[in-house]
């Protein structure tokens, strides 16, 4: 609303001789009104990031993914260094009620992490080059050392040129306007070469994505997406005919599609390909390995956008399941999920309705098999914080 004061105010022509004297006269408070709302985004930065200690942002902080940094940083799983406080940054146009984000820093007296709501509207026109939230991409990214961008649900189509499957469900359009041109404005991409990115100014800043924070990753370079996996990838089109394929083919787990047990995970393991040379072969110790991650995704990465590297794929090849980029060395993007708390927690994992072998992760997974690579995933990354 203050935003939208704001902007009618700014195109008002006030040395219009249609304004009396003593309609100009009222509008000076106005005008004083206006000077104050134009800053008033700086100002909230300002006081969010402290001038003191350092910052980690967390993009959607929903308590859901407030919690998940919570358990991996205070169980050092995630060994940030000393002195990090978390701003979790989104639109106020997007679908969640981060009403209840604010609510649980305040219940749980949270003092090292605070939340940052920007105004300023994008759309499917705006968002790869400058927009009325350039200035605060920019003030954002100055008073930080890294960002994480988590998982959630389908990109619009739209946004990287292709008509919509009817695969394909978009929940929360303005979360991706948000994400796609913050990423834009930190890596540039094809949709503008003459863009200057962010991190031109700050290269070792360190960027996680996480399942669609990859995908969202290559969007906003100019990649493209498959939109649905076992239809566009293996031509298959049933649930039953997705289950009789190989675990390693399987990318979620489709027995949610049954609704018969509502205890299930709608994650399934599978293993993956790492690539010489790549982070994640040096997040695993060994190329050779193939260790089991933690999957839930429906897409997948097709055209890559500007500056990426593959670095791990599904077994067969055809699915990327992590991304680095060539130019700047702390950028990394995984197609799984290291962050699940549930991975870290001594319970067993069900994904078969009425079944369970009463194993957690580390037990059934434990030492190469994927309980490493996890662990060494956080540590590898918490490294690239200064």
């Known amino acids: 609303m203050l935003y939208q004061l704001c902007y009618c105010l700014s195109n008002i022509d006030f ?4 304004l009396i004297p003593v309609k100009r006269i009222i509008l000076i408070p106005i005008l004083l009104a206006l000077f104050a709302c134009q800053h008033t985004v700086e100002v909230q930065q300002t006081e969010i990031f402290s001038e003191e200690g350092k910052h980690i942002v967390l993009m959607h902080p929903t308590v859901f993914n407030l919690e998940r940094f919570i358990f991996l940083t205070e169980n050092n799983i995630f060994p940030l260094p000393e002195g990090y406080r978390a701003v979790g940054v989104y639109h106020e146009s997007a679908a969640y009620d981060y009403e209840l984000s604010h609510n649980f820093i305040r ?3 949270i003092e090292n992490i ?10 499917p026109d705006n968002l790869f080059g400058e927009n009325p939230l350039t200035s605060q991409f920019g003030q954002i990214f100055e008073k930080s050392e890294g960002v994480i961008f988590f998982g959630g649900p389908d990109i619009p189509p739209a946004l990287y040129g292709k008509p919509t499957s009817l695969l394909t469900v978009i929940t929360d359009p303005h979360r991706h306007y948000l994400e796609l041109s913050f990423l834009f404005h930190l890596l540039g991409g094809f949709q503008d070469e003459g863009f200057t990115p962010l991190l031109e100014e700050k290269p070792d800043f360190s960027i996680l994505g996480i399942c669609l924070g990859m995908q969202t990753m290559n969007v906003a370079t100019g990649g493209t997406m498959y939109q649905d996996i076992p239809t566009e990838l293996y031509d298959t089109h049933t649930v039953e005919d997705v289950l009789a394929k ?5 990318h979620r787990n489709y027995h949610i599609h049954f609704r018969t047990d509502p205890d299930i995970e709608p994650y399934t393991f599978h293993r993956i390909r790492l690539e010489p040379g790549s982070i994640a072969e040096t997040i695993a110790g060994n190329s050779n390995l193939t260790p089991y991650v933690y999957s839930s995704h429906h897409q997948a990465l097709k055209k890559m956008g500007k500056g990426w590297r593959v670095t791990s794929h599904s077994m067969d090849g055809k699915i990327a399941e992590a991304i680095e980029h060539e130019k700047y060395p702390n950028v990394y993007g995984v197609q799984y999920h290291p962050e699940v708390i549930k991975l870290y927690q001594d319970e067993p994992l069900n994904f078969i309705p009425g079944q369970t072998d009463g194993s957690s992760f580390f037990e059934g997974y434990p030492g190469e098999k994927g309980k490493d690579f996890h662990l060494n995933f956080w540590s590898y990354f918490a490294g690239t914080f200064p």
């Open 15 to 18: 040395n219009s001789k249609k």
């Open 114 to 123: 605070a939340l940052l709501g920007l105004q300023p509207t994008l759309a």
């Open 246 to 250: 190989s675990a390693d083919n399987q």
């Open 107 to 109: 219940n749980n007296n």
